[in-house]
């Protein structure tokens, strides 16, 4: 079990400044026998955008649910504006919800199901149609009201249920994987709209994805989750280059792993087939001791820029054009590793399958993993 990460630059993410919204306390969530939250806490402050990021199964849907009300937590509390929510009915919240599959009602208009849980005293059929006019310029879609779902385009009908997701203007909007089922190239144009309104509105926003680039791009925050516990929350880039534990290190983004033990002088590793390398930030561990190494590829240094450094003859074994980069995979005995260059420098550095080539690995880009033995 590792310990934590060992780098030179390595801080404390910076904790929320703005008064907590939304109190996670120790919540966990059983299903029978099976665990499916540890005991999670979490601080999110007023108008943050937060991502649940993990792989399938790893609580992150179980815990938005839980907030939700649609499975309350076995134990724990979760406090919403400084009120005890745990035990509330989900109909008792304050809160939006957008789902995977978009949940629009097929025979309804467009119209009808932005407006559908507008009801009540306070709300009159003139005060209802101006507030889906209003909803539905926000979301881009004033032309389309009097059409019926099947008429729309996935975009279009993720963006009815954002819509009506935000007609009581909640304090917290929940997104279950809300851009999973459309086409790439729709998924990035409407996470940054949903990203822009997010900000424009000041709403508390909770999404749910699997996808890191989507996590990355549109959170003011992460919390990294693996089996039902959470491994790291910080910001996008606290989680891409200080993670925290070698989950976090191997899950969020790419990179090579392997392992070490720790040399002598202090700053040394050493590779199982006797690979050297020089690291930083390990001072306080023994002479011997086991490591997990991860790198990144655009840290990986290969062809004249490495000969400056320490460096290890290496043979490319494949390059993968990648349009503005290049991956060229290269080996140093039984270590594997991916450098990212840029697409035309491929030639000028020799990196053609089968050339030996300098491959440096600088020592401030090692992330270093104490390993329990």
């Not at 904790?15 to 005991?39: D, E």
């Not at 309804?108 to 306070?122: D, E, F, I, K, P």
């Not at 389309?144 to 729309?152: D, F, I, R, V």
């Amino acid at each position: 079990m590792a310990s934590g990460v060992v780098r030179a630059e390595a801080e404390a993410p910076t904790a929320p400044t703005a008064p907590p919204y939304l109190v996670i306390q120790q919540v966990a969530k059983s299903f029978g026998t099976f665990a499916a939250l540890h005991r999670v806490s979490l601080t999110i402050t007023q108008g943050e955008f937060v991502a649940f990021l993990g792989p399938s199964g790893c609580g992150k849907t179980t815990l938005l649910r839980a907030i939700a009300g649609l499975d309350p937590p076995t134990t724990g509390s979760i406090t919403q504006g400084g009120r005890d929510i745990t035990g509330l009915p989900p109909e008792m919240r304050d809160f939006g919800i957008v789902f995977q599959s978009y949940a629009l009602f097929p025979n309804l208009s467009v119209a009808q199901n932005v407006g559908y849980g507008l009801r009540g005293g306070g709300w009159t059929r003139a005060r209802v149609a101006e507030r889906v006019a209003e909803l539905l310029t926000t979301v881009g879609l004033p032309e389309q009201a009097q059409k019926y779902p099947a008429q729309l385009s996935g975009g279009q009908q993720q963006r009815v249920a954002l819509a009506r997701a935000l007609a009581n203007e909640p304090g917290l909007l929940l997104l279950d994987e809300p851009l999973s089922a459309l086409d790439a190239i729709v998924r990035i144009n409407l996470r940054q709209e949903l990203r822009s309104l997010q900000r424009r509105l000041g709403v508390t926003t909770i999404m749910v994805t699997h996808d890191q680039e989507e996590a990355m791009s549109v959170s003011d925050r992460i919390v990294v989750m693996s089996q039902g516990r959470i491994e790291q929350v910080g910001t996008p880039e606290d989680i891409y280059r200080r993670p925290a534990t070698p989950f976090v290190a191997g899950f969020v983004g790419r990179s090579a792993h392997f392992d070490a033990k720790i040399d002598t002088p202090a700053n040394m590793l050493i590779t199982p087939d006797g690979l050297r390398l020089e690291a930083r930030g390990l001072a306080h561990l023994l002479y011997g001791a086991r490591v997990e190494v991860f790198i990144r590829p655009e840290d990986v240094r290969i062809g004249p820029e490495a000969l400056v450094m320490r460096h290890h003859q290496g043979v490319v074994t494949h390059v993968e054009f990648m349009g503005a980069l290049s991956r060229v995979s290269v080996e140093l005995g039984r270590l594997r590793l991916d450098a990212d260059v840029p697409a035309g420098m491929v030639t000028a550095l020799g990196a053609f399958v089968g050339s030996a080539i300098p491959v440096a690995l600088p020592p401030e880009a090692l992330m270093v993993f104490p390993t329990d033995v």
